[in-house]
């Protein structure tokens, strides 16, 4: 079995930054990516940013251009989502998740294309 864990998350004032962290666990898996997603409060689970291990290619969703960065380490199974300018809209809970199928890298913004996910962090941002 996997685990993914995720960490950094917090109550932050708008403008301000956070580092998500988040690492796999148990039995030896290679991915081919891994991304972000969140959910606000009555909302559904909403892609935010993916990266793919081949040609390290990186992927966003509009809102959050320019204002966050997905990196993360292939050989450690671990992925990290720098969030900067954060405005109250960004607060979710930030779920990780890792996939084990090969895709087009597009694809990696859609849910279903990942196998694996953690149990997510909170993140609040106050106005």
């Known amino acids: 079995q996997v685990q993914l864990v995720e960490s950094g998350g917090g109550l932050v004032q708008a403008g301000g930054s956070l580092r998500l962290s988040c690492a796999a666990s148990?039995?030896?898996?290679?991915?081919?990516?891994m991304g972000w997603f969140r959910q606000a409060p009555g909302k559904e689970r909403e892609f935010v940013a993916a990266i793919s291990w081949s040609g390290g290619r990186t992927d966003y969703t509009d809102s959050v251009k320019g204002r966050f960065t997905i990196s993360g380490d292939n050989a450690k199974n671990t992925v990290y989502l720098q969030m900067n300018s954060l405005k109250p809209e960004d607060t979710a809970v930030y779920y990780c998740a890792a996939s084990g199928r090969r895709y087009v890298s597009t694809t990696y913004n859609r849910a279903d294309a990942y196998d694996y996910w953690g149990q997510g962090t909170q993140v609040t941002v106050s106005s």
């Open positions: 148990g039995r030896t898996f290679s991915s081919y990516a």
